[in-house]
Structure formats: C-alpha cells, structure tokens
C-alpha cells in the first residue's frame, strides 16, 4: 500500500469516526440525566450504558490493542461487557454517571485520534486496509441503532425530530418479481470492513423463485388483521401461535386501537397508521403467519441476497442492489435522515437490476434462516462477534432500516435476532415458490 493510499485510510477512519460520534452526541444529549441513567425498558439497557460501552470498546480495541497504549480505566472494562450483564440487569450497576461517561468517551477518542495518525496499517490482519477503525466505527453506529431502539420505547414526549421520507412516485409496480434459478455469489472476501460472518464470498444454488418488490406495507396487513390473522392457529407456527397466546399479540408493537382506526406512536408523536408505509416493529413470527395467510412464505436468506445482489445481465453480485457505489440519499433510506420508513414503493434509483425496492433501508427484513456461518467461515477477531451466537435461536435479519448507518450496511450485512422480537425496526416481504406451468 502506498503512502497516499495509507493517507485516505487513516482520514476516512477519522472521519467515520467523527461522524458516528456526532450520532451518539446527538442521541444522548437530548436528554437529561435523569431520562440517560433510566431504563426505558427491561429490553433495552439505559443509554447512558450505551454511551460507555462504546467508549469502552472503543478503549479495548483501538487504544489498548491496536494501539499499544496504557489502559485508560481498566476498572470499568468489567461493568461494559456485554456478556457479563444482561441488559434488565444495567441499571444496578455503578455505572458512570452522564458527565463522567462523556468525559470517558472524550479521553478515549483523544488516544484513538494518535492511533489513528501514527499505528502502521499493515503486518497485522486487525490493522490491514484498518479493519479495526472501520469494525468499531461499525459497532458505535449498532449501538446508535439500539439507542434509536430505546428512544422508541421513551413514554414521555417526542425529543427527536426529521423530515418525511420521501414518497413513492405514481408508477404502479408489480406484485412480485422472478428471480431466475441458478448459483451466485453470497458473502464477501473483498469488502474490507466486512465481518467475520459475512465472509467468505462463496456459490450458492437458488432455485427460480418470486419475490415481493416492496415490503409488505401497513394496508396489507390491516387486510390480514381484518380477516382474522391474530385468531387462526392454522397460520401460525406451533412456537408461533405458543408465543401469540402468551404475549397476547393483537396488532404490530406501537399500534392502538382508536375506534375503527388504527393510531402508530412513532417516537412519542402518535398519529394514523399509514398504509402505504412498510410495517415496522413484528415479530418473525407475525410476519411468518402473514406469509402464510398470503399464500406465500418468508424468503430464505440465499434468496433474500441474491435478490439484492444477482445481476442476471453479468452474472456477478453487486456491492448493493443499484449497483456497487455507496448508498446516497436517492439510493436508500438509511442513516435516521427520517424516523419512519418511506411508503412502498419509494427510491427507484434504489432498484435492483429485476426492480426489487428497498431492500436497502426503511425496515430489517425476517427472513427464514438461521444465524449460521458461511462455508469457510473463520471467527474474526474475536468468537464473541457471532460465532457464539450460532445455532436455531437467532433468525437473520436483512437490509438495514431508516435507523441503520451505511457504514453499518452492505448487500452482505447481516443481522440477526430472537423470532419474537419487535421492539426492533423490523418489518419483512414475502416469497413464494412458482407453481407448475408458472416458469413457461
Ligand atoms: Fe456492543
């Protein structure tokens, strides 16, 4: 690598850095100490732990690791471990209060700022093309993610505000879109802050299969809701319909009922559902029975990224849907620019090469694949990344929402989470297999 190219590294590292920074600033210092220190709920950790664990993280990694340094307060690593504390457990704990958690994460970025400048970006693969800048640039905007998580779930009155999402243009598009059968290329070994489980780039045979251009929008499953979806078994899985009885499911999380309206709270403003927009906060259980009721099913993973990523025209897989430059405004919607996802339909510059619409953005999309590693798949640099979360528990997660960062968004990005979870920004689009006859 020249010197040149080693120059730009170092100044997008920095640069990525400053901007996640501004992020978490802007989601913790909306808020008084009291709302910093509080659970908001027994999901989500107080943001004020958030705020030091990044910090932390940040400390073990890039200053301690990386660069060598002395420890900055090697007293606290123990309270900011994320395997030692379940989350409902954080708020006992003698965490650092909000003026001595910004002070923390203040001293540390300082130390991480003369790594940046001076630590030789080659002989180590945690250094190479500055992997580790770009995985904790990365792990801070997951956790800016998870605050918007927590700020969702506030009761009190709305701090956070943005513009409207854009609207969907007037073209009428169609239901689905053929995916043609054969192998393509899922995963990575190029993109150079990928990680470990979105490695190696590797062939995958798919089956022909139809697939959903747009998300399944608010009207779509009022339609499911209105025709009993909630109260027939049939359509729910057994763990499904165990777990809809228990928690007593009626509608998406945030939803009430108003006379024979349906209102949304979307960050403490509470207003009409909107029908053209995706829905957000269900479960892969919802979203599993919904498929069903739909005479479809949710798509596999396989499926869900060769749809992103195929270009039947090249046959290679692109970087993202549009093509293999980063996602811009007219691309997706990504970056909390907006605080809902835009209406069905919206971001044709967004399109795949077949015309499948955001799947970039707006809502993580379910699909029905469990957390696994690809063929080849090394853990890197740690275990605790993913590998440890590997097995049935966890199903993937794709796409990224209107609160997921680009730095923390690639065709090959995957998440994943427990099925039953919703107080994320999930919402899904369905498949289905083509019938005899179908594929002419
Ligand atoms: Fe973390």
């Given at each position: ?131 580790a800048f770009g995985m904790l640039v990365q792990h801070e905007q997951q956790h800016d993610e998870t605050m918007l ?292």
């Open positions: 690598m020249t010197t040149t190219e080693q120059e730009q590294l170092r100044a997008k590292a920095a640069a990525e850095l400053e901007r996640a920074r501004l992020r978490s600033a802007a989601l913790t210092d909306v808020l008084d100490d009291d709302e910093l220190v509080r659970q908001h709920s027994p999901l989500m950790s107080p943001l004020i732990w958030d705020l030091a664990h990044i910090g932390n993280q940040e400390e073990l990694w890039l200053v301690r690791d990386v660069g060598g340094l002395p420890a900055v307060r090697s007293d606290i690593d123990e309270l900011y471990d994320a395997f030692k504390h379940s989350r409902s457990s954080r708020p006992a704990l003698p965490l650092l209060k909000p003026g001595e958690a910004r002070q923390y994460v203040d001293q540390v970025r300082r130390k991480t700022m003369d790594v940046v400048d001076r630590v030789p970006l080659q002989g180590r693969r945690l250094v190479e093309n500055a992997f998580i927590t700020h969702q779930t506030r009761k009190s009155t709305a701090v956070l505000h943005a513009p409207d999402p854009p609207k969907a243009g007037r073209a009428v598009l169609p239901q689905e879109v053929l995916v043609p059968g054969g192998p393509f290329t899922m995963g990575t070994s190029t993109e150079p802050w990928a990680l470990d489980n979105e490695r190696p780039a590797h062939q995958v045979h798919v089956d022909a299969f139809f697939i959903d251009t747009t998300p399944i929008s608010c009207g779509q499953y009022q339609e499911f809701m209105a025709d009993g979806g909630y109260e027939r078994a049939e359509l729910w899985s057994e763990v499904g319909w165990e777990h809809r009885n228990k928690a007593n499911l009626r509608a998406p999380l945030y939803w009430r009922r108003d006379g024979d309206r349906w209102l949304r709270d979307c960050f403490g403003v509470v207003g009409p559902v909107r029908d053209a927009e995706p829905v957000v906060h269900v479960s892969f259980h919802e979203a599993q029975a919904y498929a069903r009721w739909a005479g479809k099913r949710l798509p596999t993973e396989a499926e869900w990224e060769k749809a992103a990523r195929f270009d039947p025209e090249s046959g290679r897989s692109r970087r993202f849907p549009w093509g293999d430059e980063n996602p811009g405004p007219e691309h997706a919607n990504l970056g909390q620019r907006h605080l809902r996802p835009a209406e069905v339909g919206a971001y044709p510059e967004g399109a795949s090469p077949l015309g499948v619409r955001q799947l970039i953005g707006d809502v993580w999309e379910w699909v029905d694949t469990d957390l696994h590693g690809y063929p080849g798949f090394t853990a890197f640099p740690y275990q605790e990344y993913s590998e440890v979360f590997f097995g049935p528990d966890y199903k993937m997660l794709r796409g990224g929402c209107f609160g997921t960062d680009a730095a923390a968004c690639r065709g090959t990005f995957r998440n994943w989470d427990y099925p039953i979870r919703r107080q994320i920004f999930s919402g899904f689009r369905c498949a289905r297999t083509p019938g005899g006859g179908e594929l002419g």
